[in-house]
């Protein structure tokens, strides 16, 4: 996946010699495309050359060309068959309803969460994922049906705050998210609460 300078970058970074270091703009221009590419802080050194030293060398725009990464695309084909290698797994895994005020986040962990005690409110097993498609935004896309919930009255009341997906075999959390709006009370028996979950492939 090697990367390539724009001429309007390497024109950039020839600067006369006197002129000093390469500038933060110019270092965010080589982050190309937008999002995607990161230069290396070997390189980010390289190019921050003391005053009058003079051109940045052929060497390091060589460098800077085999060095910018991340510009490859997963074809929309593949993120179909990406996405539907996963379905196994994805079905194996549990959704667990919470009940502390919370936001997750990436480095959430199980000891995180208190999850639901009051009867109906347990975890179970995901509903299965069908076949990926193409979604409308050209992104591998796989639904599931709802998960759903309903209290039966004991260990009432319980207001829960989100969900988290978990491979029981360790108590890795997979996925969580706080539920728009905030906790949800429940109160008395034969009250529901529903999630549908997809998951969306977009890169390799």
């Known amino acids: 996946m090697a990367g390539r300078v724009s001429q309007e970058v390497v024109e950039i970074l020839a600067t006369p010699t006197g002129q000093g270091r390469v500038s933060q703009e110019v270092v965010e221009l080589l982050a190309v495309p937008p999002g995607r590419g990161r230069v290396s802080q070997e390189v980010v050194e390289l190019l921050a050359v003391p005053p009058g030293q003079g051109r940045v060398s052929q060497v390091v725009v060589e460098?800077?060309?085999?060095?910018?990464?991340?510009?490859?695309?997963?074809?929309?084909?593949?993120?179909?068959?990406?996405?539907?290698?996963?379905?196994?797994?994805?079905?194996?895994?549990?959704?667990?309803?919470?009940?502390?005020?919370?936001?997750?986040?990436?480095?959430?962990?199980?000891?995180?969460?208190?999850?639901?005690?009051?009867?109906?409110?347990?975890?179970?097993?995901?509903?299965?994922?069908?076949?990926?498609?193409?979604?409308?935004?050209?992104?591998?896309?796989?639904d599931g049906a709802a998960a759903g919930w309903t209290t039966t009255g004991a260990g009432l009341p319980q207001t829960v705050f989100g969900y988290a997906v978990l491979d029981q075999v360790d108590n890795t959390v997979i996925f969580s998210a706080r539920a728009?709006?905030?906790?949800?009370?429940?109160?008395?028996?034969?009250?529901?609460?529903?999630?549908t979950l997809h998951k969306l492939q977009d890169n390799f």
Do not use: H
């Open 63 to 142: 460098l800077l060309l085999k060095g910018v990464s991340g510009v490859g695309v997963l074809s929309r084909l593949g993120k179909v068959r990406c996405l539907n290698s996963e379905r196994t797994y994805l079905n194996s895994l549990w959704v667990y309803l919470f009940i502390n005020d919370i936001t997750p986040t990436e480095a959430s962990v199980y000891a995180d969460f208190a999850f639901a005690t009051a009867a109906g409110l347990g975890p179970q097993l995901i509903p299965p994922f069908g076949a990926a498609t193409l979604n409308g935004s050209n992104q591998g896309q796989v």
């Open 180 to 195: 728009p709006g905030g906790g949800f009370t429940f109160t008395a028996a034969g009250q529901s609460y529903s999630v």
